[in-house]
């Protein structure tokens, strides 16, 4: 008859014998820590606008949409789907049932409407305006909207004046990351200090001028992310970063200088990971500044610069002369265009046309290295150095990013600005808009230019669907631009990062955030 007895494991048969059992290791918490080259300056989606605070919105929040792995194609997230009405003027995004913010509230079409409205109505208690310092894409990302609105719990609807062809790129942005209501209730002004999103990672602690502390999400509607924690942890040096690398206290090494490349290189431990760059780099010049506001003066100071010298030396090869203010991987570059090759003789003779001499300048620069500009402050000594040949005296003037960012966005400085730019959504008005509209004065547009005619070109190509359309509208933005020489357009950079080789699962995507992150792991 079969004993209807307790059943022992085998662990109590050996514990009743007075064997210990071996014992079972839990798994370790795994760790991954990304070296930077700044501070971050907040974590409000749309208030905080600079690469280093991007970095980190990009893992805390989730936006309606995202990218494909590795490109700047817009693809489902929040949303799992949408749809675009025939006249092009409505679009519609159906949501998933499972998403939440990281204090347990619910992400649903409400949420997203209190999100909208939060930016749009100046009757909303929570009204971003009212928090400090806003440097977002609001204006670009909805610029003739006429409607919004929730369609139930699971769709949410936004309705333009006209189509808006880079919608979809620009609503993926982390800039359009979806914050909880109920903790920018909560927190105010302070917000952007106590970020809660829906991303695969959780904020913890911010500790000034060292790193971001952020825990998993175990409950990410994409899948819980492989490493327990994230710290992204500030290194202005660069040799001091490349330290760090090979000693394991970073794994992943972003901002990485172009003269730290040999070392990486020659270190069997370490992997040099390099994709086309969607960038560009150069100098904003002050149009509305004499004698900045002749543009035979601006055209000078482009002839004066050997861009290809910089290139193969400063830069290592890994980077592009702009003969375009778009990028030479972005689908409207124009290849025709000639740029502004060498040519000191000329220079000097545009600014004896334009009957300037003595002529002293200051250059304001960051302090440390950006995707941008994988140099730094370099470049702009090396700026100063050509431009000394052609009698120009060029004074540069360092700031940390922050304090730098503060500088210009004040909209006071009438010196020149370093500047660079990623792009934010993979689409050509993220460029020519931006860096050259009249509307993106003083945010993005440091040079004050403002052309009547680019600004329509600009707004023609927003409104229209056709892409080839739009790239011969882009084509003929880019000609006018680049003849007005309102930058020194210097190079477009390869996008360089840094990992040791234990780092899996880790693709590059070309708008330089760490999009997809929640599939990195770490071999042991």
């Keep these: ?233 500030e290194y202005p040096e660069p040799q001091a970063a490349v330290l760090a690398l090979k000693r394991d206290e970073i794994q992943i090494l972003c901002d990485l200088s172009s003269q730290s490349v040999p070392a990486i290189r020659a270190d069997p431990n370490l992997m040099l990971l390099t994709q086309p760059g969607m960038t560009v780099s150069g100098v904003a010049l002050p149009t509305n500044v004499p004698p900045f506001n002749d543009r035979r003066v601006r055209q000078a100071m482009n002839y004066a610069i050997d861009k290809e010298a910089l290139n193969k030396g400063l830069y290592q090869g890994l980077a592009l002369t702009m003969t375009s203010p778009v990028p030479n991987g972005m689908w409207s570059f124009d290849p025709t265009l000639p740029g502004y090759p060498y040519d000191p003789e000329k220079a000097k003779a545009l600014l004896t046309e334009a009957g300037v001499k003595d002529l002293k ?67 050509p008005d993220n460029f020519v808009g931006e860096l050259f509209g009249g509307r993106a004065v003083p945010m993005h547009n440091w040079t004050h230019y403002a052309d009547p005619t680019v600004d329509k070109l600009i707004a023609d190509a927003v409104a229209a669907t056709d892409r080839d359309q739009r790239a011969a509208i882009y084509r003929e933005a880019q000609a006018r631009i680049m003849e007005d020489a309102p930058w020194l357009f210097i190079n477009s950079t390869t996008q360089v990062h840094a990992a040791r080789k234990n780092v899996k699962g880790y693709v590059l995507n070309p708008l330089q955030m760490f999009y997809g992150i929640e599939d990195i792991w770490l071999e042991p």
């Design 1 to 233: 008859m079969f004993n209807r007895s307790v059943l022992l494991t085998g662990l109590t048969l050996l514990s009743l014998a007075g064997i210990t059992p071996p014992s079972v290791p839990a798994r370790a918490d795994t760790t991954l820590v990304i070296g930077l080259a700044a501070d971050p300056t907040g974590f409000d989606p749309e208030a905080v606008a600079n690469t280093t605070a991007n970095f980190v919105m990009g893992v805390i929040y989730d936006s309606l949409i995202r990218y494909e792995s590795g490109t700047a194609a817009p693809a489902p997230g929040v949303a799992e789907r949408w749809e675009i009405s025939p006249d092009g003027r409505t679009y519609t995004f159906h949501l998933r049932h499972d998403v939440r913010f990281h204090d347990g509230t619910k992400l649903d079409a409400q949420a997203v409407f209190w999100n909208i409205d939060r930016l749009l109505n100046k009757n909303n208690p929570q009204y971003i305006y009212n928090t400090g310092t806003v440097e977002g894409h609001i204006n670009d990302t909805y610029e003739g909207l006429i409607g919004y609105r929730a369609i139930g719990d699971d769709a949410f609807e936004f309705t333009f004046k006209s189509p808006v062809a880079p919608f979809l790129n620009s609503i993926a942005m982390e800039g359009n990351g979806l914050v909880s209501p109920a903790a920018a209730a909560k927190w105010g002004s302070d917000y952007r200090n106590h970020p809660v999103g829906s991303g695969p990672f959780i904020f913890r602690e911010h500790r000034a001028r060292d790193q971001v502390i952020l825990d998993a999400n175990p409950e990410y509607w994409h899948g819980r992310p492989k490493v327990d924690h994230l710290v992204f942890k």
């Design 361 to 427: 300048v200051e250059l304001l620069t960051y302090n440390s290295a950006r995707g941008y500009n994988p140099v730094g402050p370099a470049l702009a000594v090396a700026i100063q150095g050509y431009l000394k040949k052609i009698g120009v005296d060029v004074s540069v003037r360092q700031m940390e990013v922050g304090a730098y960012l503060s500088t210009v966005r004040a909209n006071t400085y009438q010196g020149w600005v370093m500047e660079g730019w990623t792009t934010t959504n993979g689409d």
